[in-house]
């Protein structure tokens, strides 16, 4: 079936330290993936996305890339801050009509 | 313009009594997602409507959860009784009815569920 695993946390980094969280996937077809956030106290919010292989997302330094050889949709940034720290959640749609599938979450705490 | 507004935040209850979430969505939304997050674990998909019909419930872990979309507006899930393996967070998510699947899922803020 349908399925997204990203790398357990909770992952704790000291401010502008390089960030990777690692996400793969196993779909049937050609998925469109996500990166989702969470903020303390706020809902999901889509961070990033690519909708085809190679395709790459970014959005506030944030960066993952498509990889369909490996099945991965790593997320990266050069250097994190402490307003990062929140959870983030992987996440593939497989088709039209159907819901997200996501991961398990990744925390991200960083420190001053 | 409002985003996705859930009801209550949070909710306590005891084993056995009955609670209703309500969720309403980004307006003009024909979409709209339920999901659920039990503490450490991932998102899981509850169900899909479409306007007002259920489009995919395939999700609902048994007939304890009643979900319905009255006209196709806000949206209330119901359960009972809970039972202890309930407690979590409910998401609540909206669509519009184009975007496809590569299209951005606006979510709330969660109703938190305990039960004691």
């Known amino acids: 079936g349908n399925s997204v695993t990203q790398m357990e946390g909770p992952v704790t980094l000291s401010e502008e330290a390089f960030l990777t969280i690692n996400c793969t996937y196993t779909a049937t077809g050609y998925p469109s993936l996500f990166w989702y956030v969470q903020y303390p106290g706020e809902g999901l919010q889509l961070l990033l996305k690519?909708?085809?292989?190679?395709d790459k997302g970014s959005n506030k330094g944030f960066e993952a890339t498509y990889r369909k050889e490996t099945t991965s949709f790593h997320l990266e940034k050069g250097s994190v801050q402490v307003s990062d720290s929140a959870v983030y959640f992987c996440?593939?749609?497989?088709?039209?009509?159907?819901?997200?599938?996501f991961g398990k979450g990744t925390t991200l705490s960083v420190s001053s | 313009e409002a985003g996705v507004t859930q009801f209550p935040s949070h909710s306590v209850i005891e084993k056995g009594q009955t609670v209703t979430l309500r969720c309403d969505p980004i307006?003009?939304?024909?979409?709209l997602y339920w999901y659920r997050r039990v503490m450490g674990k991932e998102i899981k998909f509850l169900l899909h409507f479409v306007k007002e019909s259920k489009q995919d419930e395939s999700g609902m872990p048994n007939n304890r959860f009643l979900a319905e979309r009255t006209g196709g507006t806000y949206s209330t899930l119901k359960v009972q009784p809970a039972e202890l393996e309930d407690s979590g967070v409910y998401f609540c998510a909206s669509s519009p009815a184009t975007g496809g699947f590569t299209g951005e899922l606006f979510f709330g803020e969660g109703s938190r569920l305990t039960v004691l």
């Open positions: 307006s003009g939304h024909d979409n």
């Open positions: 996440a593939l749609r497989y088709q039209a009509g159907t819901a997200l599938i």
């Open positions: 690519a909708t085809k292989a190679d």
